[in-house]
């Protein structure tokens, strides 16, 4: 279990100030983001922190944990693992949802208060579901992501240049491409394989998909249209109109399944002034833009427009805010971002060289009256200056090396 890592300080900080409270511990996100490094991160401070600590640790995907398959299985085995006479007990169970029933498990030691209960997921039913119905308010959630444009050059010991950002953008921010070369030959075959296994795995096998063809043709529908408004509806209508006859609550469920494995993200319409949620229409962008890449076939030159707005939408979630897209009258803010009674709008254009488009992104945000932040944000360097009327103007380079 010793292996090297880099650290990840801006999850642990947050992670840390729960360490030895009587809450577990839930790390979700979705496969590959770096779950299990974190944990290892936690175990390594708690190590040097707690002299005598008992450390159990699990990992699931490992063959030599692959017996344990029920909670009866899963709590016999931390029992025996358990260390008494006032010795620290720690257990982290990494992808805790291989295992039936497991909440039962991790609510009993809860209750025996025997050790502190650290575990990961790759599927959002575990809030939602298992650990939400039995264990309700005692569990906290941190949602860990892909590496943010800053870690990927920590990751990658890169300087912030414009050849940097287009590398973060092409490959995106899976902590395992640090081993690999940054080339379509040996990381877009990588991503793929990711790929697979998320579909099959966390998607596929868990949520009991019959029509794997029809979920491969959706997701490449939703990377071939990252960024645009539509509903369930309309993407039935358009498949059929592609000889392919799928219920509008089929599609419905099958995005579910794919937001629930953290492979994309939904992102609801709400209004500015009142934050009404709008029932119809949505957007969806990818975890990881690496990943998006392999499945359209990467084409920079087409592409770019859908990969920046899923590059800000990635940063602001990064950040910690919970996004919507915005709406004011007849206009649209592409994201408005809430963090802890804060508010952030930003609009994101590949460029603003044309008049047009700097009276659409402009006029939307100005129209807003509020005074929290309001952004700007292009591929290309601002010719208009950093601010005008409130609005900071950024290229994107700028905007990403942000703590917002």
Do not use: W
């Amino acid at each position: 279990m010793i292996e090297k890592f880099i650290a990840r300080e801006k999850y642990v900080e947050r992670i840390r100030a729960f360490i030895g409270k009587n809450v577990i511990k839930v790390l979700t996100g979705q496969r590959r983001v770096g779950k299990s490094y974190i944990l290892l991160q936690l175990i390594d401070e708690i190590k040097k922190s707690v002299v005598g600590a008992n450390i159990i640790y699990i990992n699931l995907e490992l063959e030599a944990f692959r017996y344990l398959r029920t909670s009866k299985d899963l709590y016999e085995y931390v029992s025996g693992k358990l260390v008494e006479n006032n010795v620290l007990n720690y257990l982290f169970i990494d992808e805790i949802q291989e295992i039936a029933d497991f909440q039962n498990t991790v609510r009993s030691l809860l209750a025996e208060q025997k050790c502190d209960i650290f575990i990961t997921g790759s599927n959002a039913n575990l809030l939602s579901g298992e650990l939400a119905t039995s264990l309700s308010g005692r569990y906290v959630n941190f949602e860990i992501h892909s590496l943010s444009y800053r870690e990927f050059q920590l990751f990658h010991h890169l300087e912030n240049s414009q050849q940097t950002l287009e590398k973060y953008l092409t490959f995106g921010g899976l902590p395992f491409l640090r081993n690999l070369e940054l080339s379509e030959n040996q990381s877009f075959e990588y991503l793929r394989n990711v790929y697979s296994a998320i579909l099959l795995k966390d998607v596929v096998a868990r949520e009991k998909i019959r029509n794997v063809a029809f979920l491969e043709n959706l997701v490449a529908y939703l990377a071939d249209n990252v960024g645009s408004l539509f509903s369930a509806l309309n993407i039935s209508k358009y498949l059929k109109s592609q000889q392919v006859d799928i219920s509008t609550q089929v599609v419905i469920n099958y995005l579910r399944t794919l937001a629930n494995s953290f492979f994309v993200h939904k992102v609801v319409r709400s209004d500015v002034a009142g934050m009404k949620i709008f029932e119809i229409g949505e957007k969806y962008y990818f975890e990881d833009l690496g990943l998006r890449n392999v499945i359209s076939g990467f084409n920079a030159a087409k592409d770019i427009a859908k990969i920046l707005e899923n590059a800000v939408y990635l940063h602001l979630m990064q950040c910690g805010y919970k996004v919507f897209v915005g709406k004011i009258g007849d206009k649209e803010i592409d994201f408005v971002g809430e963090k802890d009674g804060i508010k952030v709008y930003v609009q994101v254009s590949l460029t603003m060289m044309n008049e047009k488009t700097q009276e659409r992104e402009f006029g939307s945000l100005l129209l807003i009256q509020d005074n929290y932040a309001k952004y700007i944000v292009t591929l290309n360097d601002m010719h208009l200056g950093n601010n005008y009327k409130g609005v900071q103007c950024l290229n994107l380079k700028e905007f990403l090396e942000m703590e917002i």
